[in-house]
């Protein structure tokens, strides 16, 4: 008893690396753009792939490194994944040219994935199903602690030291998290058929893996270029494929019954990105607004922006323990109501108001989020059996990449037709704030849907 504790112990602290790191080098490498942009003389569009290259990767990959880490054991990935994403970013700030950062961003994104796609699940397999829902709300904090501390101690960091400091910061957080991995991944054996063969359905894979990053790369560039909806519309196209292969293939990626069949597993996989994509884009545009229309300057703004993911962090852990004895649809769906309310204040926001309205609608969206993810999360690994840990845990992760790009794409389309050629911040502060509520409008409509989708789950 004392050797399973201390364990559960293990693995929960290293759960909560593994999620802190891979949040915290996203949010704290966005604001080393700009020093990035100078530093290698090259336009935004292209130093906005550092960015872009990481996303698309850990979208493309989650899913068929799950199914991989079902297979051939959890352990195994995961370690491959952490020293990999080590190595990989002490590489990143020794690279001399800007093209071969965006292919250490790749191979970063396909490391991070094998880490996406495991620790949840390694860390629900330790603990009895009566204690998901705790531990899972704490690996939840920690996502969001990385969130929030990611802006103040990225920019500080480049600030200071410049941005190849940031990639030293989360190598060095990574080699932690690999030593935490060694004692808190437990021993696996992998999943075999009875002939002894390992299951990997590669053709399904690669169908996976096109249609994603087709799919992303479409939304991306939709009112950037006119292959927009081409590209899109041919992701979409491999995703059909993808389904009919699925449904004829022995060992699929993803069992297609997982969704045709379990009401709960499609409405929690739904409202997870409905409301990743109705709430993605508040950082983008509030982080805006405090600048255009309130006159902060951009480090002032991102103190403010960590009122959100702080909450989250705050509320996380509790409402994931509650999970375990309350329904976590109830839960999740008032965690979208809130969610829904704080987008309703951001809708009324003016040029005048005040800053502790601001505050008021990030906390209450905070409070949210805080209330939906865990419990959200619980719901659906609730679903599966044991053996599907990991992937039912990159289906999640990869609706939250999809939402958060669909997310911008709402942003970059309503921009498009309400400003034309004109961005956010090249416009005088009443047509920035008559933008954004058409755009908060839009996401009102999509957390409503998210909503509903989420109390459909009340007959399971």
Request: glycine share 8%.
């Amino acid at each position: 008893m004392k050797n399973e504790k201390e364990q559960q112990k293990n693995t929960l602290r290293m759960a909560m690396v593994t999620s802190f790191i891979t949040t915290f080098m996203g949010s704290a490498l966005n604001l080393s753009i700009p020093a990035m942009e100078a530093e290698f003389q090259v336009s935004a569009a292209m130093v906005g792939w550092v960015v872009t290259a990481y996303t698309l990767s850990v979208a493309a990959l989650s899913v068929p490194m799950g199914k991989a880490a079902d297979v051939t054991g959890r352990r195994r990935v995961l370690l491959t994944g952490i020293s990999s994403f080590a190595v990989i970013t002490v590489l990143c700030p020794l690279a001399a040219d800007i093209r071969i950062i965006i292919v250490l961003r790749v191979l970063q994104g396909i490391a991070a994935s094998m880490i996406f796609s495991t620790n949840n699940a390694i860390l629900i397999s330790v603990f009895p199903g009566s204690e998901r829902g705790r531990v899972l709300g704490l690996s939840t904090a920690a996502v969001y602690i990385g969130l929030s501390l990611g802006p103040v101690l990225g920019g500080l960091l480049n600030h200071r030291f410049g941005w190849r400091s940031v990639f030293l910061a989360s190598a060095a957080i990574a080699a932690a998290a690999f030593l935490f991995a060694l004692k808190g991944a437990p021993k696996d054996s992998s999943l075999r058929t009875e002939k002894g063969k390992n299951l990997f359905d590669i053709a399904g894979s690669m169908l996976f893996i096109a249609s994603v990053t087709l799919a992303l790369l479409g939304l991306t560039d939709l009112t950037i270029t006119r292959w927009g909806w081409i590209v899109l519309a041919a992701g979409v196209a491999l995703g059909i494929l993808f389904v009919r292969a699925e449904l004829r293939a022995e060992d699929p990626v993803i069992r297609v019954a997982m969704f045709t069949k379990d009401r709960e597993f499609t409405c929690s996989n739904l409202a997870a990105l409905l409301n990743y994509g109705a709430t993605f884009a508040i950082s983008y545009l509030v982080s805006i607004y405090l600048q255009v229309a309130m006159g902060y300057n951009s480090q002032n703004a991102g103190l403010i922006l960590i009122c959100m993911p702080a909450v989250q962090a705050v509320f996380s852990p509790y409402t994931g323990r509650l999970s375990d004895r309350i329904a976590p649809y109830k839960l999740a769906s008032l965690g979208m109501g809130f969610c829904v309310l704080g987008l309703v204040l951001f809708a009324f926001l003016q040029t005048d108001s005040s800053l502790w309205y601001v505050i008021l609608a990030l906390m209450v969206e905070g409070l949210g989020f805080g209330l939906f993810s865990s419990p959200n999360t619980n719901a659906v690994m609730s679903c599966v059996d044991r053996s599907e840990y990991s992937v039912a845990n990159s289906i999640l992760a990869t609706m939250r990449t999809v939402g958060h790009s669909s997310s911008m794409a709402v942003v970059t389309i309503i921009v498009g037709a309400v400003l034309g050629s004109k961005g956010l911040t090249d416009v005088s502060a009443d047509m920035l704030v008559h933008t954004m509520h058409i755009i908060f409008a839009v996401f009102v409509a999509l957390c409503v849907l998210g909503v509903f989708f989420s109390l459909q789950r009340r007959g399971e």
